[in-house]
């Protein structure tokens, strides 16, 4: 792209000869942009294998042979079984179905449940529709870091516990959680209570193992790895009851009636293929990123990253907050530079909130308002990265000093 504006020292350019602004994408913990592959799979699906996965035709044979092929990579990569797995329109259903069928149907040995308080709320009000119908739910802090204990989860989980749930990885502060510990000690203190994973934000960048990692029930978007919105999947381990929660033609296995989304489907395979396809040099890369971004924001004075340091953080997200700039305006001023950036979690930002999670890793008070969320994927570029860094030397200083204090 030619441009004629200089940028930032030595930051490129963020306008083309005809005016056009460049766009650096930084919200990609909210949602992806779709590879290209994945839309040419898809465009094939919707006007050529476009039947229904359970007519006895041919044109229902080629949609089912689109649904076994993408279980059959998703359950490589996970080194589980294909028939553990069911698809989902999102990974707010998965966390739902994992949650709430999993309770309903253990409900005989137990009522309690725990989880944590930096949860998605795709589990916490699943949580609390279940407290509304009589279970009992521990919510456990967690570290400074956004890390919870796997020595509490051992403390916590009683004879009548009957789920625990854990994330993979924090949607605001890109904390991972100690998983495969955490799942070793719920099954060394009550090996029938199951574990949860909502694994939205790790699937597609991380290796996770849910069978010979002990987890029973691990919860994937498709949408934040580059497939389509409206996807989704649940990992169901042998021998785990899980009550569904759809009722209809009998599909999945009766788990989750209703015709598949087959290009959806067709999409998530293709995608998680491509991600893990190269997998370590990809997080590197990611990680690369993560720190150039850091690096180059190193000198702009009193900010403060949230979450763990180094490779203890998932590669994609920086929580960076910036004392003094109200975390909306600067989004805003951001935008106007052509990059996209969101204020905490995106799923609920659209609404005025605190987030629980900055307030679990006691971010004072007066910061909480101050802090956005950068999030990479990998499609994100290194000028990608300094256009937003570039930004932000540009902005911050502007926004600071018409702060009123
Ligand atoms: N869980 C986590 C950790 C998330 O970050 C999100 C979305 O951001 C969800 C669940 C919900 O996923 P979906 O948007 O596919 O419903």
Redesign the pocket.
């Known amino acids: 792209m030619m441009c004629y504006h200089a940028g930032y020292g030595k930051y490129p350019a963020t306008i083309d000869l005809r005016g056009n602004m460049r766009e650096a994408y930084l919200d990609n913990?909210?949602t992806t942009r779709c590879f290209p592959e994945v839309v040419e799979l898809m465009n094939k699906i919707y006007l050529e294998e476009y039947g229904n996965p359970s007519s006895m035709h041919h044109k229902g044979v080629e949609a089912e042979r689109q649904i076994t092929e993408a279980k059959r990579t998703l359950a490589q990569i996970l080194k589980v079984n294909e028939k553990n797995l069911i698809f989902t329109s999102?990974?707010?259903?998965s966390?739902n179905i994992a949650i709430i069928g999993g309770a309903m149907a253990n409900m005989r040995r137990g009522r309690h449940l725990i989880t944590t308080n930096i949860e998605?709320p795709?589990?916490l009000e699943s949580m609390k529709y279940l407290e509304s119908q009589g279970f009992e739910v521990t919510y456990l802090p967690v570290d400074e870091f956004g890390i919870v204990s796997p020595d509490l989860v051992e403390q916590t989980v009683r004879d009548d516990t009957i789920l625990v749930s854990v994330?993979h990885t924090n949607?605001e502060i890109g904390a991972v959680e100690p998983v495969r510990e955490i799942a070793k000690r719920i099954n060394a203190k009550n090996p029938s209570a199951l574990f949860h994973v909502?694994a939205?934000?790790g699937f597609g960048k991380a290796q996770i193992y849910p069978k010979k990692w002990g987890i029973d029930l691990l919860?994937v978007?498709g949408?934040?790895i580059h497939a389509p919105k409206g996807t989704?999947f649940l990992y169901i381990g042998d021998k785990v009851k899980v009550k569904n929660l759809i009722f209809g033609g009998g599909q999945q296995g009766g788990m989750r009636s209703g015709t598949e989304n087959v290009a959806g489907i067709a999409a998530m395979g293709l995608a998680a293929k491509m991600l893990y396809q190269d997998f370590d040099n990809s997080i590197d890369r990611l990680y690369g990123l993560r720190e150039k971004f850091l690096d180059e924001i190193a000198d702009i004075p009193d900010l403060r990253v949230n979450g763990p340091a180094g490779r203890k953080c998932a590669p994609h997200i920086i929580s960076l907050t910036v004392p003094g700039v109200r975390a909306e305006v600067l989004l805003h001023a951001l935008e106007e530079r052509g990059v996209y950036v969101s204020s905490g979690?995106?799923?609920a930002s659209n609404k005025p909130h605190t987030s629980a999670t900055l307030e679990a890793i006691k971010l004072p008070r007066a910061y909480l308002d101050n802090t956005i969320r950068i999030s990479l994927s990998e499609m994100t570029t290194e000028e990608d990265i300094f256009q937003a860094t570039s930004a932000l030397h540009e902005i911050v200083p502007f926004l600071r000093k018409y702060t009123r204090h």
């Not at 999102?90 to 259903?93: A, H, M, N, V, Y």
């Open positions: 913990s909210a999102c990974g707010t259903e966390d998605h795709a589990v994330m949607n909502d939205v934000q919860s978007s949408h934040k989704g979690s995106a799923c």
